[in-house]
């Protein structure tokens, strides 16, 4: 926890939550089989090795797939008002990093696989025991040059 914010899991982000534009996915790569997986871990769950180390990954990935999303998460969740229809997507991050789902904030329309997005976090819910900001992550389409 960081003042009046808090992950929305521990283990699962790096950086100072009060400068949310450093803020980036964190998590253990394994160093017998070198696997990284999201979020802190203990045990690698790939070949169970203990020898991990505890990374920040890259900001930046590809969409290996997604679908869309038509109905709101529930509660706590903070959604947009009206909520409209988004992709919600497997990426790949860079640099080798894990495979995770994530929403993207776009029109479905202009999601594709193979699409290169970036890492943005934001005020997901109110933790409703000490009303601090959780801190959640979605991810933006990279702009087409
Ligand atoms: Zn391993």
């Given at each position: 926890m960081s003042?009046?914010?808090?992950?929305?899991?521990?283990?699962?982000?790096?950086?100072?939550?009060?400068?949310?534009?450093?803020?980036?996915?964190?998590g253990s790569r394994c160093r017998a089989?070198?696997?990284a997986l999201f979020g802190r871990r203990l045990r690698c769950e790939n070949c169970s090795s203990p020898a991990l180390d505890h990374v920040s990954f890259a900001d930046t990935g590809s969409i290996h797939?997604?679908?869309v999303?038509?109905?709101?998460p529930p509660q706590p969740n903070a959604c947009p008002e009206p909520w409209l229809p988004r992709p919600l997507a497997w990426i790949d991050l860079d640099d080798c990093g894990p495979r995770i789902l994530g929403p993207i904030r776009c029109n479905p329309d202009d999601a594709e696989i193979g699409g290169?997005?970036?890492?943005?976090?934001?005020?997901?819910?109110?933790?409703q025991a000490s009303g601090a900001e959780v801190i959640d992550y979605?991810?933006?389409?990279?702009k087409r040059i």
């Open positions: 003042g009046d914010r808090m992950a929305f899991r521990d283990g699962f982000l790096s950086g100072d939550l009060a400068k949310l534009g450093d803020v980036r996915l964190a089989c070198g696997i797939s997604y679908t999303q038509r109905y709101p290169r997005v970036h890492l943005v976090c934001g005020v997901g819910w109110i933790d979605a991810f933006e389409m990279d």
